[in-house]
């Protein structure tokens, strides 16, 4: 079928060996994007044949992150499809039968090669200085092959070759980078070089996504298609994520953290989704913040660049709380409420609904809420603040009279004024604003600001007023004139 109207089926497949990063997710999120794009197929494949690197719960902390993002996989090992079992370890016959058709081409062959005596091979290229090639050291007559040998790949032509890449565009590789390398373990077990081309075969994938690391590797895989007697997919390797404010690739001694990690933190998964999608592609004009659903229509192989990309936590903070205003208010609200609560804090729902949109414009993630609340930042909404008298002073210019002076009348025009002049924010303004003005803005509202929060920033006394609301308001203005007399 041709490559341009053929269905599109691609597939993320991790192996279970620990913690995903942004560099492993990205890989999913692309070839997520390009499948829903074409109304294809995306497929999640666990590659768990490496039985010594295999973490427990890591499968599950995959979907989870998958989950949690949205990629939904319309095949995988919870749900099934037509292409199962879809755990390598469940697929072992398979690479065993592909291994005899290899076999019964004279293009594998039994090796019973010890690691002492590929060591000492490997010692004397190096005292030699020639790279290390195992098809120079090709057994004349191997044993046949009985499963409790590791099996080897007979490179068919020691040949340069070429590849069309989705991304970089033409690639090309010499004869140096074939070498008979094995197939299956003396375990029983394939190798990555191997399952994952059998996989590939048996599950239709079109379109293969993955890091640029691997394209050393890819006349390896070149030459086991050519051999079976089948063509490729097509290939999109991907550019490095480089560490925030470095010049090499990210690593888990960089800062990469489990994505995971980034959900515990309060980040929204759209947010998280246009964060990593940028990393490496470019949508072309001056629009950053997208939504799924526009990605996914904008979405294109060609924008993927092939230079590495940065790794920005500032942008991430930026995006995300570009992500947070699309929410409703409704829903910031609830959120905001829920974080407050986890920590211990509450209050009656006006108060609470009321302190919601100044929590929102100090955050740019839901886990601000809680450095906020671990720092007491919260304390004086909820209790009476504690300050020294001199904190009271503009400029810390000792007026003890004058700062009454100021209180006072503040005291004495809440005391008169109807509770509806206290249900937003201009209402109150208008209550003091032209004295401050007339009297000296700082004179007049930096002591009320310290007499309402005890602290040296805070937001400004009008929404301090509306939020403590009259009583609570007069409760501490009252405190202040007690510190001053």
């Not at 294809?40 to 499968?59: P, Q």
């Not at 069309?164 to 003396?186: C, Q, R, T, W």
């Not at 995300?320 to 699309?326: D, I």
Request: contains cysteine.
């Amino acid at each position: 079928m041709d490559k341009n109207t053929e269905k599109v089926i691609t597939r993320f497949a991790p192996s279970p060996t620990g913690f995903m990063h942004v560099g492993n997710v990205r890989s999913a999120l692309y070839a997520w994007l390009w499948t829903k794009k074409n109304n294809g197929t995306f497929i999640l494949r666990i590659e768990d044949t490496d039985k010594e690197r295999e973490v427990a719960g890591s499968v599950e902390h995959i979907q989870e992150v998958l989950n949690w993002l949205g990629l939904k996989w319309d095949e995988g090992p919870d749900i099934g499809g037509p292409h199962a079992p879809y755990f390598q370890s469940e697929r072992l016959n398979l690479y065993k039968q592909y291994a005899q058709k290899l076999i019964e081409k004279g293009l594998a062959y039994a090796d019973s090669t010890n690691e002492d005596e590929l060591d000492k091979l490997r010692k004397k290229a190096e005292e030699e200085k020639r790279p290390f090639l195992f098809r120079d050291h090709r057994p004349e007559n191997p044993p046949e092959w009985d499963g409790t040998q590791s099996l080897r790949f007979k490179v068919p032509k020691i040949k340069s070759y070429s590849w069309d890449d989705l991304v970089f565009g033409k690639l090309s590789a010499g004869p140096e980078m074939l070498d008979d390398f094995i197939l299956i373990k003396s375990d029983g077990y394939p190798t990555y070089n191997f399952a994952h081309i059998v996989d590939d075969i048996e599950m239709e994938i079109t379109l293969v996504m993955r890091g640029m690391e691997y394209i050393s590797s890819t006349p390896k895989y070149l030459s086991v298609y050519e051999a079976l007697e089948l063509n490729p997919p097509q290939y999109a390797y991907l550019p490095h994520i480089m560490a925030d404010g470095g010049n090499k690739k990210l690593g888990k001694r960089d800062g990469a953290k489990d994505i995971l990690e980034y959900k515990k933190e309060g980040y929204l998964p759209s947010a998280m989704i246009n964060f990593l999608v940028l990393l490496g592609w470019n949508p072309g004009g001056d629009k950053e913040v997208f939504t799924v659903d526009e990605l996914i229509s904008i979405f294109e192989i060609t924008r993927i660049q092939k230079s590495g990309a940065q790794l920005n936590n500032t942008k991430l903070d930026w995006l995300n709380k570009e992500h947070m205003k699309l929410l409703s208010e409704n829903e910031r609200n609830s959120k905001i409420i829920e974080r407050l609560n986890s920590n211990s804090i509450s209050g009656e729902d006006d108060f609470l609904l009321k302190l919601c949109p100044v929590i929102f414009d100090h955050i740019s993630k839901w886990g601000d809420i809680d450095t906020m609340a671990l720092a007491g930042e919260l304390d004086y909404y909820f209790n009476q603040p504690q300050y020294e008298k001199s904190l009271l002073f503009w400029k810390g210019k000792e007026a003890v009279e004058e700062t009454k002076k100021h209180l006072e009348h503040v005291f004495e025009v809440m005391t008169s004024s109807l509770e509806d002049n206290f249900t937003d924010v201009e209402k109150i303004k208008n209550l003091i604003f032209d004295y401050a003005t007339e009297n000296g803005r700082g004179e007049v509202l930096w002591p009320l600001r310290v007499s309402l929060s005890g602290k040296d920033k805070s937001p400004d006394p009008f929404t301090l007023i509306y939020i403590l609301g009259k009583n609570e308001t007069l409760n501490r203005i009252s405190g202040a004139l007690k510190k001053l007399s």
